[in-house]
């Protein structure tokens, strides 16, 4: 498989970091202080198909919560 790289940033045009996740499990946590990204997916062999299969989890506070 070739990219599925995670750009991390504090903005779209300001990439602080670049991370792959490689083994089984992998996890990246990211709070909505920053942008997260993910480079399109592809396979290295001609005429095969590469998956990325992932579980995306989103916390939220509720409005009338204190920060």
């Given at each position: ?11 779209p ?11 089984l ?14 480079t399109?997916?592809?396979c290295r ?7 990325r ?5 989103t916390f ?8």
């Amino acid at each position: 498989m070739l990219g599925g790289d995670n750009l991390i940033a504090p903005n779209p045009k300001n990439i602080e970091r670049v991370l792959r996740l490689e083994t089984l499990f992998d996890t990246l946590v990211v709070n909505h202080d920053k942008y997260h990204a993910v480079t399109p997916v592809g396979c290295r062999k001609p005429g095969k198909t590469a998956v990325r299969d992932i579980i995306l989890v989103t916390f939220q506070r509720n409005e009338g919560e204190a920060a």
